[in-house]
């Protein structure tokens, strides 16, 4: 299948052979014609299968250059704002069409002076409700409604701001949910919200050919130790590191550097200014380490991540998905070692359950070094939680106090305990 038999416009088409896309995805074949006559479609594919483009075509054909704001896409989180933002921006090179992002934890007032210019607006909910409450953005010209990694805005709790935001759409509109996997939930939305709306899918989540799964069995106090010896002799691209909660991810870095691996962290308890810096800093790197939870694996393209470390496994299996997703994209090849320690097993059992076909063989522990360790390790069992009260709001200032706490502990107890 070739763009060309897509009917994509002329512009999109030159933008498109510019990108250095030779054809479709799955995805794309599937979605855009459907798209491009206007219809409501739920779009199901992995992370990484080009639905930005998919839903780009619609954009571009549904909007008017200096006809005010006339497609909204909705996302979970900052990081996915800005580079569908870029996606779209870089779609629409040839038109005079403009996509901004809005997302919170930044200054609002540049947003709400950028709103009244642009015709495009890539928006988390939180934000985008700030901006109707205090009527600096209007929605009675959107054409065009797409709802991005849709199902990660209702595991982050965002349903009800998503609702109120569909609510004040126009009636008369186009429809578009895209999402890694359809739950439940989704498909009530679109009962709710959408037209005759048609389902496409291209379900291939992982090449099986180009991803080696693997996991080890390690005592809780080995998973470092042994995360450290892989890292420094096993890496080659870009490195993602998976744990389930911010405390851990901020134990891993500490210690990763403490024993000379070079290692950024991100997660939601950083302001938005280091998260950008983070994520910057990491995809333009050759070679790196980037520790995480799973805020980061939603929806971002990093390219070249060769290998993903799951130093927990998430409790969702679907999380577990959407980590290994980050790697093997568009042919190339991937690894995935999973750190296993009593904690994970009942999580890790949910995967194997749930993704059968995957073949995750076990290794032996090989023979560790000893590293330093700085600071206790405290297993918290992931709730799910996702670092937003019920209310809305952050409990960033929580963490921060209470990372001053654990600093001041461990500064009384000044214990670089070195176990290994
Ligand atoms: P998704 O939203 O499904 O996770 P993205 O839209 O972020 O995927 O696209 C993932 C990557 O694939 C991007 O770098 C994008 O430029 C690239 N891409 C999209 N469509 C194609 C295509 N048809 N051929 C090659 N690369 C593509
Ligand atoms: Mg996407």
Request: with cysteine; net charge positive; charged share 30%.
């Amino acid at each position: 299948m070739k763009f060309e038999n897509l009917d994509i416009s002329i512009d999109l088409l030159k933008t498109i052979q510019k990108l250095g896309y030779n054809e479709p995805t799955e995805i794309q074949e599937k979605s855009i014609p459907l798209i491009l006559r206007r219809k409501d479609v739920i779009g199901e594919s992995a992370t990484g299968s080009g639905k930005t483009l998919a839903f780009g075509c619609g954009i571009l054909d549904q909007v008017t250059p200096n006809k005010g704001l006339q497609a909204l896409v909705l996302v979970p989180t900052r990081e996915l704002a800005e580079q569908v933002k870029e996606s779209l921006n870089s779609f629409s090179e040839r038109r005079k069409i403009k996509a901004i992002a809005v997302y919170g934890g930044v200054a609002i007032n540049p947003q709400m002076t950028a709103l009244k210019r642009t015709e495009v607006v890539v928006a988390t909910p939180g934000r985008l409700l700030d901006h109707m409450k205090q009527r600096t953005v209007n929605l009675t010209g959107i054409k065009i409604l797409v709802l991005d990694e849709a199902d990660r805005m209702l595991d982050m709790g965002f349903i009800k701001y998503v609702e109120r935001i569909i609510q004040s759409c126009p009636r008369k509109r186009q429809t578009l949910f895209f999402s890694a996997t359809i739950s439940s939930e989704i498909k009530n939305l679109a009962d709710k919200y959408m037209q005759n709306p048609i389902r496409v899918s291209a379900k291939k989540l992982v090449d099986p050919s180009k991803l080696k799964q693997i996991y080890f069995n390690a005592s809780r106090g080995l998973k470092l130790p042994l995360l450290v010896s892989l890292l420094k002799n096993e890496r080659t691209g870009l490195v993602m590191v998976f744990c389930n909660t911010r405390f851990n991810t901020d134990f891993v870095v500490k210690n990763l550097r403490l024993n000379e691996v070079d290692a950024l962290a991100i997660h939601g308890g950083l302001t938005q200014s280091k998260r950008s810096k983070m994520m910057s800093s990491f995809s333009n790197s050759k070679i790196g380490v980037l520790v995480c939870t799973d805020v980061a694996s939603r929806g971002l393209h990093i390219e070249n991540v060769s290998h993903i470390y799951n130093y927990e496994i998430p409790k969702d299996s679907k999380d577990y998905i959407h980590r290994i997703g980050r790697t093997a994209r568009a042919g190339e090849s991937g690894k995935v070692i999973n750190l296993l320690s009593e904690q994970d097993h009942d999580n890790f059992a949910r995967v194997r359950r749930d993704y059968s076909s995957f073949n995750i063989e076990k290794v032996d522990m090989p023979k560790l070094d000893r590293i330093v360790i700085s600071k206790r390790e405290i297993f918290r069992p992931s709730n799910g939680s996702n670092g937003f009260h019920k209310n809305g709001f952050s409990k960033n200032r929580f963490h921060k106090n209470k990372n001053k706490r654990d600093d001041r502990r461990d500064n009384f107890r000044r214990n670089h305990d070195s176990r290994w």
